[in-house]
C-alpha cells in the first residue's frame, strides 16, 4: 500500500525526475536533422512517438488533491456502511394502531417524545431482568419529553407505573380494536397489543389522551440496550443513599445475602447500571415514585457524560449503534439519519435548562391517582411552550394560545357535532356563555344546565363510545380542558371556574404559573448527584 508520504514527497522517485543532463537520458536525445514536433514536450515517447507516463510530472497540488479525494471516497463509504448498519439494526413499530383521533398537531412549535423503557423478557432480556423468556413485559418506566421551540429548554414529565388512566382503542395484532379501559395502571397499556410490535402504539394513544399533547416521536428501550448504552459510555456516575444488598433487589430472598451497592458516589455501567434504575426496595418507602427520582437523577447523569464527551455526530454513532440494536422506534425516527439528526438538534440544551418532573400524584390506596387542576396547568404550559418558571420558551411564537376564553377567531368547526353544556361552578351564566362560544363556532348545543356539582375547577369534555374525536374538537375551545370517557353516546361540557367567558378580565392571555408543587420538586440536569433520591419514610 502507498504511503502518504510517497505521494506527497515525488524528490523520493528519481524515476520521475529528468535528470538535468541530457546525456544521461538517451532516450530523450533527437537526431539533429530531425524537426521538433509543433507543440509537442520534450518528454521520452515510445518507438511509435507517443509520451509514455513515466515523463509526466505530478505536481504537490494534484497529488494532494488525489489523495483528499481517495480519503473522501473511503470515508464515506465508511460512513455510508455505518449507517448501512445502524438502519439495519433499528427496529420500527406498527404506527397502524396508534389512534384515528390524536391531539392537535400545530397545538405547539415543540417536540414531543415519548421514552418507554421495557420489562419484556424476549430477545434475550430474560438473561438481564430474570422471568419467562416469552413474555412481552409492560412499560417498567416512561416519560414525556418535551423538547421547547426554542431548542435551548427540555422537560421530562414521568408516569409513574401504578397511575390510574384511561386507556383508549388500541389495536389487535387481528386488526381489531379493543374498547375504552377506564381507571386502570398506566403500566398495562403496554401490554395490550399484545406484541412488542403494537404495545409502543397503544402506550403513545394512552398518553396523548392523558396530557392532550400530541407525541411526535416514540422510543422503546429494553434491558439489553439500556446496558450497552451505559457499556459504551465509559459507566455512569450515580449515588446512593444508603448501602444496598442482594434482597434489596430480590425481596424474596430469605437472607439480606451480599452487598450490591455501597453508599455514596460510584460509577456502574452494564447489568450493574441496571441494577441502579430498577432498585425500588430498601430506600425510603420501596415505592415506585423513590425508584422515579432515581431514575431521573440516573438519566441527568448520563447526560452530564454525554455532553462532557462531545454531542458530535462521531461520538454519536457509537452510542446509536449500542442503542440502536435493542431499540424500538416510531418510523419517523426508522432510520439513522432520522436518529442521529434527531440528536444532534439537542445539542444546545442546558443542563440547568433540562427538567425533570412527575405529572401531579396522590395515593390512592395502593395506586397512583392524578391530581387536578395541576397536571392540566402542567400540560397547559408544555402546549404553549412555557417553562417552570412561566418563561416563554416558544421563540416568536405568541401566548395567545394560553387564554382561557373560546376565541371566534379560532380555527375550529364544530359542524355535525351535537353538545350539551352544564354549569359545574357558582358562577350564573358560565354555561350559557360556554353554549355562545360554541355556537359561534358551528357546533350544534342541544340544551344548558346546572351539574350535579358545583365544585369543578376543571373544565371537563365527556364523551361517549366513539365519540372522542368530536370531544378533542371541542376541546380546542377550552384551553386545558380534561377529557372523560362516559358510557352511551353523550358529549357534553361541564364548565369549570378555569373558563373565562370572552371579554372578561379572567380571559387576559398572561397564563397562570405552572403549581408550584410541581415547580418546587423538579430537579434540573446539573442538580447535586445525591440530592432527591427517596421518597417516603426513611427518604
Known amino acids: 500500500m502507498t504511503s502518504t508520504r510517497d505521494l506527497d514527497h515525488p524528490s523520493d522517485h528519481p524515476s520521475d525526475h529528468p535528470s538535468d543532463h541530457p546525456s544521461d537520458h538517451p532516450s530523450r536525445h533527437r537526431r539533429?536533422?530531425?524537426?521538433?514536433?509543433r507543440g509537442a514536450p520534450d518528454g521520452p515517447r515510445t518507438s511509435h512517438g507517443r509520451r509514455t507516463a513515466r515523463g509526466r510530472k505530478r505536481g504537490p497540488w494534484r497529488t494532494a488533491l488525489l489523495v483528499t479525494l481517495a480519503l473522501v471516497v473511503l470515508g464515506a463509504a465508511g460512513l455510508g456502511w455505518i449507517y448501512f448498519k445502524l438502519n439495519g439494526s433499528i427496529s420500527t413499530f406498527d404506527a397502524g394502531g396508534l389512534s384515528k383521533n390524536r391531539p392537535d398537531d400545530a397545538a405547539s412549535k415543540g417536540v414531543n417524545v415519548l421514552v418507554i423503557g421495557s420489562?419484556?423478557?424476549?430477545?434475550?432480556?430474560?438473561?438481564?431482568?430474570?422471568?419467562?423468556?416469552?413474555?412481552?413485559?409492560?412499560?417498567?418506566?416512561?416519560?414525556?419529553?418535551?423538547?421547547?421551540?426554542?431548542?435551548?429548554?427540555?422537560i421530562a414529565v414521568s408516569i409513574p407505573r401504578d397511575t390510574l388512566v384511561t386507556i383508549p382503542p388500541c389495536k389487535l395484532p387481528d386488526g381489531s380494536w379493543?374498547?375504552?379501559?377506564?381507571?386502570?395502571?398506566?403500566?398495562?397499556?403496554?401490554?395490550?397489543?399484545?406484541?412488542?410490535?403494537?404495545?409502543?402504539a397503544c402506550t403513545q394513544n394512552t398518553v396523548e389522551q392523558l396530557s392532550g399533547m400530541r407525541v411526535d416521536h416514540t422510543v422503546v428501550v429494553d434491558f439489553k440496550g439500556f446496558a450497552a448504552l451505559t457499556d459504551v459510555v465509559g459507566g455512569v456516575e450515580v449515588c446512593l443513599p444508603n448501602d444496598i444488598y442482594q434482597n434489596d433487589l430480590s425481596p424474596s430472598r430469605t437472607t439480606r445475602g451480599d452487598l450490591i451497592f455501597k453508599k455514596g458516589v460510584q460509577t456502574v455501567s452494564g447489568q450493574k447500571a441496571l441494577d441502579y434504575v430498577r432498585l425500588r426496595h430498601g430506600i425510603g418507602d420501596g415505592s415506585d415514585i423513590g425508584r422515579i427520582k432515581r431514575q431521573q437523577a440516573f438519566v441527568s447523569s448520563l447526560l452530564k457524560k454525554i455532553k462532557s464527551d462531545g454531542l458530535t455526530p462521531t461520538k454519536l454513532l457509537p452510542l446509536a449503534t449500542a442503542a440502536t440494536k435493542s431499540m424500538t422506534v416510531d418510523p419517523g425516527l426508522g432510520s439513522a439519519d432520522k436518529l442521529i439528526s434527531f440528536a444532534m438538534s439537542l445539542k444546545d440544551i442546558d443542563l440547568h435548562n433540562t427538567k425533570f418532573v412527575t405529572i401531579p400524584w396522590r395515593y390512592e390506596g395502593s395506586r397512583v391517582a392524578i391530581v387536578e387542576p395541576d397536571a392540566s396547568a402542567l400540560w397547559a404550559a408544555l402546549k404553549d411552550d412555557?417553562?417552570?418558571?412561566?418563561?416563554?420558551?416558544?421563540?416568536?411564537?405568541?401566548?395567545?394560545?394560553?387564554?382561557?376564553?373560546?376565541?371566534?377567531?379560532?380555527?375550529?368547526?364544530?359542524?355535525?357535532?351535537?353538545?350539551?353544556?352544564?354549569?359545574?361552578?357558582?358562577?350564573?351564566?358560565?354555561?350559557?356563555?360556554?353554549?355562545?362560544?360554541?355556537?359561534?363556532?358551528?357546533?350544534?348545543?342541544?340544551?344548558?344546565?346546572?351539574?350535579?356539582?358545583q365544585d369543578h375547577t376543571t373544565t371537563v369534555i365527556q364523551y361517549g363510545s366513539g365519540l372522542q374525536g368530536h370531544a378533542q374538537t371541542v376541546a380546542k375551545l377550552f384551553p386545558g380542558a380534561q377529557l372523560q370517557a362516559i358510557g352511551g353516546s353523550a358529549l357534553n361540557v361541564v364548565v369549570g371556574t378555569d373558563y373565562a367567558p370572552a371579554g372578561s378580565a379572567a380571559s387576559s392571555p398572561t397564563p397562570s404559573a405552572v403549581?408550584?408543587?410541581?415547580?418546587?420538586?423538579?430537579?434540573?440536569?446539573?442538580?447535586?448527584?445525591?440530592?432527591?433520591?427517596?421518597?417516603?419514610?426513611?427518604?
Do not use: W
Open 386 to 453: 412555557r417553562t417552570l418558571d412561566g418563561k416563554n420558551a416558544g421563540g416568536k411564537k405568541t401566548t395567545a394560545s394560553a387564554s382561557a376564553s373560546p376565541s371566534p377567531a379560532q380555527n375550529v368547526s364544530g359542524a355535525g357535532i351535537s353538545v350539551t353544556v352544564y354549569n359545574g361552578t357558582l358562577t350564573t351564566g358560565l354555561a350559557g356563555d360556554a353554549a355562545r362560544a360554541l355556537t359561534q363556532h358551528g357546533f350544534t348545543v342541544t340544551g344548558t344546565g346546572d351539574a350535579n356539582s
Open 515 to 539: 403549581p408550584s408543587s410541581v415547580a418546587d420538586s423538579a430537579r434540573s440536569a446539573d442538580d447535586n448527584l445525591c440530592s432527591n433520591l427517596t421518597y417516603g419514610a426513611g427518604g
Open 178 to 200: 379493543t374498547q375504552t379501559q377506564t381507571n386502570v395502571m398506566f403500566n398495562a397499556a403496554f401490554s395490550v397489543g399484545e406484541t412488542d410490535k403494537g404495545n409502543p
Open 119 to 154: 420489562d419484556s423478557r424476549t430477545d434475550g432480556n430474560n438473561a438481564l431482568g430474570g422471568g419467562s423468556k416469552d413474555d412481552i413485559g409492560r412499560s417498567d418506566t416512561a416519560f414525556l419529553l418535551h423538547v421547547y421551540a426554542d431548542h435551548k429548554n427540555a
Open 32 to 37: 539533429r536533422d530531425a524537426p521538433p514536433r
